[in-house]
């Protein structure tokens, strides 16, 4: 690795004010024009077409801009903001923050697609239909799963789409009220746990043992008649691939319960291992991470569901059928778990990912695994050799596409602990990182993944800046602690605050309460 | 404005570690091991914990007891501490520890740190109740209080952060266990618990930031009672153990609680307060039971430690099947993967108790945990 020269790097800072307190009264964006003489004769006085009771007595308290004005209020806002693409972003582990074509993003801006209405007759709908079928064809050759649904608006709405189709499994079968449990592992996302609760399961999690793998001992202890199934992921954030997962699999099936796998992390199997394959019943993917439609609050998610034969009737409806000539939106199915969002799902993913993986191709999807395997592992190398650094469970063990480090020995050592180190980064013009999903098992936590698009000079940057931290850890600590400092503010805002309702606003209306404005 | 932090150090404690005398109660021990050639450990810890507190060492004043109880490991540790006056015998004793932690809280400090033993922590536990916010440095020979952090160092980053930290400090209640030292040296092993202390709270070793703000112990624990009451059966006797995650149990259903004692209860009713191992056989006759217990924190301990009402005739008599263990995440995580204990001094009970316990941490929820012995 050639020596790695840091940027010198500072946010801009507009001191901007919130954009309702802005404006002048009078000040207006757009001029709407007044109704015409003819038409106010005809029906009268435009408030009269709304009944009385549902008039509002005052004027909505709007602020008063003018176009350009909150235009630049909101590049200013921009401006205050790192966006994905003008940082390195591989600190986001488990989000695949991978580079999304921009060619995909003309496609959704079509007016073939931006004109289209889910309410149309489905005869007018014929394109986009097409390419929700292919890519349910697409995803089950990738896992191996028969039939796939669209209609999650996320990768947690997807999860709780297989709490739903489990529970409608078992109740079919009589074993609802006896089937009350479902097993997931603390390594899952806290999806696999939260969602499988809100459909009504208590829920049962796996401790790791100590080689990382959730406790196969313990699985095989709790599994019994009142076993729902199991939600688990693979590779884990630990970024350790389970390579015993089948008997997990075969432990539940034993009892008579069904598997489910979180493939929130598949960036680094696609081509390469399925799901079907391991023998689990039902997978997701993020669409938004794994197959390239932006991430974040850069755009809405996407989390395709997909099942094999048996699970295929409890989908959610509608789902896409063709019938050799016409494409159909099939509602009819008795069986269906009915609805988890409204319409069909986020068309604009869809199209995005059906253009991807067309572009790639099967070799070029098994590429894109390898490479961002290979990435994250020449990442691993950089990272371990930085002071303070570790990586708990099987050192000798090579992660996949991302992995889950740790700085307690750095914190030991300095005092300085992820937080710290997380906001000293983006002093040097790259994304901070992410920590971990809840709970923290592993003390002082971060999670990288250098996905498929980033360059091996982004990944050397990226190790150069954790680096740089340490040593300045080491040497002079303050510089860490004090940091973030040349961001557009001085300090995150401590997230335990936001339990003390007294000292936190989610609205403006309840700002201006608190603080006495009105 | 600099804060205030007490200092107290118990120079004898865990000095008779090193010569294999298992503590240091009681003057004849004590000089046993000093003329065996014990050297006094806790000095050198608190040293090593007010060494942490460096970065702030300008924005502390450290309040202490003369010499060897405090003075001395203050100024080694790089600080020009105030010393309340106090004379001092060659040998101190509990005495001198109770009425060092009066005074010093009594002249106002912000958290009180000690560093000790078991013992220590019961000194400062009868001096001061639950009043402020302490914390032990570990110098004991086997410590079973949890209101120890886990190394010196440990202890001087938590009040580092305690003392420096803007806005709500986080604390948290940690027992004080002791053991009877005479049995101890006989190879018997009996711990009882004799109250709770207010200790720093280090969130952020088990707070996620991308999962928000995750909801307090009490939250946690209100709803394991939730999920314990929403179990409970009328035919059942159940036997609710000591803890404060228990007590969150009896004040959900609005019964009294004995926090360092054994509670019955039965169709939501208390049908017995404190109660010893006879009492608890005799409810149990001709009833069905079950028993509540939770985890010592930091040590794991569930039969064995501050429950010995809850003997072997007792888990025998309820079955293993009918043992409900409580605990928060944050507790069982707080193990650092290390089992849950049993040491019930029946080894078969310890056997039979031996496996996985579907540990209740929440409403619904369940973490699988290793028991062991």
């Not at chain 1, 960036?267 to 993020?286: E, L, Y």
Request: net charge neutral; glycine share 8%.
């Amino acid at each position: 690795m050639k020596k790695v020269k840091l940027r010198k790097f500072h946010a801009a800072s507009w001191d901007e004010p919130f954009i309702m307190q802005m404006g002048n009264a009078g000040e207006r964006g757009i001029l709407v024009p007044g109704v015409d003489p003819e038409i106010a004769q005809a029906v009268g006085e435009v408030e009269s077409l709304v009944p009385e009771n549902m008039r509002r007595q005052t004027p909505p308290a709007l602020p008063e801009l003018s176009q350009y004005h909150v235009l630049q209020h909101y590049l200013r806002m921009s401006q205050m903001t790192m966006g994905m693409e003008t940082g390195i972003d591989i600190g986001e582990g488990t989000c695949t923050m991978k580079y999304s074509p921009k060619i995909n993003e003309q496609l959704v801006r079509l007016p073939k697609m931006t004109e289209v209405h889910p309410c149309q007759d489905e005869e007018t709908l014929q394109g986009i239909l097409e390419i929700m079928y292919k890519l349910q064809g697409f995803l089950s050759a990738i896992s191996g799963m028969d039939m796939f649904t669209f209609q999650p608006g996320g990768g947690a709405n997807a999860v709780y789409t297989n709490a739903c189709v489990f529970r409608k499994y078992h109740e079919e079968r009589g074993e609802l009220a006896q089937r009350d449990e479902m097993i997931t592992t603390i390594f899952s996302h806290p999806c696999d746990a939260a969602t499988p609760a809100t459909a009504g399961f208590k829920v049962i999690n796996l401790m790791p043992d100590k080689n990382g793998y959730p406790d196969l001992d313990a699985l095989k202890a709790v599994v019994s008649e009142h076993t729902a199934g199991i939600m688990m992921t693979n590779p884990e954030d630990t970024g350790l691939y389970n390579p015993n997962v089948e008997e997990y699999v075969k432990a539940v099936h034993d009892a008579g319960g069904l598997c489910f796998t979180d493939q929130a992390n598949a960036n680094s199997i696609m081509g390469i291992a399925r799901a079907r394959d391991a023998g689990f019943d039902a997978c997701h993917f993020n669409i938004h991470k794994t197959f390239s439609s932006i991430h974040g609050c850069e755009g809405p998610a996407s989390g395709a569901y997909g099942v094999r034969e048996e699970l295929a009737k409890y989908l959610p409806v509608p789902v896409v059928t063709f019938d050799g000539q016409t494409y159909h939106l099939d509602y009819e199915r008795p069986h269906s778990i009915g609805k988890v969002r409204s319409f069909m799902g986020n068309l604009e993913c869809i199209v995005r990912a059906y253009a991807w993986i067309r572009s790639l191709g099967p070799d070029g999807l098994r590429l894109v695994s390898e490479t961002a395997v290979i990435n994250h592992n020449y990442l691993d190398k950089l990272l371990m050799k930085i002071r303070g650094v570790t990586r708990p469970y099987g050192p000798d063990k090579r992660r996949l596409e991302q992995a889950r480090y740790s700085l307690e020995k750095m914190y030991q050592d300095t005092g300085v602990g992820t937080i710290e180190v997380r906001d000293r980064m983006v002093d040097f013009g790259i994304q901070s990182y992410w920590t971990s999903h809840h709970p923290w098992i592993v003390p002082h936590p971060f999670t990288p993944e250098a996905c498929e698009t980033y360059s091996r000079e982004d990944i050397e940057y990226w190790a150069a800046v954790i680096a740089q931290i340490s040593k300045e850890a080491y040497e002079d600590p303050q510089i860490v602690m004090n940091a973030p400092h040349t961001q557009a503010i001085r300090k995150m805002i401590n997230l335990e605050q936001l339990e003390e309702p007294e000292k936190c606003s989610l609205t403006w209306r309840a700002y201006k309460r608190k603080k006495e404005l009105a | 404005m600099r804060k205030k932090l007490g200092l107290i150090v118990n120079p004898v404690a865990g000095i008779g570690g090193r010569v294999g005398l298992k503590g240091s109660d009681g003057p004849q021990i004590l000089k046993m091991a000093l003329d065996m050639g014990a050297v006094p450990e806790s000095p050198r810890r608190a040293r090593e914990a007010l060494e942490k507190l460096g970065p702030a060492k300008d924005d502390i004043e450290i309040v202490t007891w003369p010499r060897a109880m405090g003075e001395e490991a203050a100024v080694a540790g790089g600080f020009a501490p105030t010393v309340m006056p106090a004379a001092l015998k060659d040998y101190t004793t509990s005495e001198d520890t109770e009425e060092a932690a009066r005074r010093i809280t009594a002249h106002g400090v912000d958290l009180l740190m000690f560093a000790g033993g078991d013992g220590t922590a019961r000194n400062i536990f009868n001096a001061l109740g639950n009043a402020l916010p302490v914390l032990g440095i570990p110098a004991g020979v086997k410590i079973h209080s949890a209101v120890y952090a886990n190394s010196p160092s440990s202890a001087g980053r938590l009040a580092l952060n305690f003392l420096t930290r803007k806005g709500r400090r986080n604390v948290r209640e940690a027992e004080v266990m002791d053991i009877d030292e005479d049995a101890f040296r006989e190879n018997r092993l009996s711990a009882r618990l004799y109250g709770y202390l207010n200790v720093p709270y280090e969130r952020s070793l088990i707070q996620s930031a991308k999962a928000g703000s995750q909801s307090n112990e009490e939250v946690a624990m209100d709803a394991i009672a939730s999920d314990v009451i929403t179990n409970m059966t009328d035919e059942h006797l159940y036997i609710i153990g000591s803890g404060t995650t228990t007590r969150a149990i009896m004040s959900k259903l609005g019964l009294p609680n004995t926090l360092l004692g054994i509670d019955a209860v039965f169709k939501k009713q208390l049908v017995g307060s404190d109660l010893n191992e006879s009492r608890l056989l005799e409810l149990l006759k001709n009833r069905k039971g079950k028993i509540v217990v939770t985890v010592i924190g930091g040590q794991g301990h569930v039969f064995g430690r501050g429950n010995q009402q809850i003997s072997p005739a007792v888990i025998k008599s309820v079955g293993t099947e009918n043992i409900i263990i409580v605990a928060t995440e944050n507790k069982l995580l707080g193990l650092n993967g290390q089992p849950l204990l049993v040491d019930t001094g029946d080894a078969a009970v310890n056997q039979m108790l031996r496996g996985y316990a579907k540990v209740v941490v929440g409403l619904h929820r369940r973490i699988v945990y290793r028991v062991s012995y």
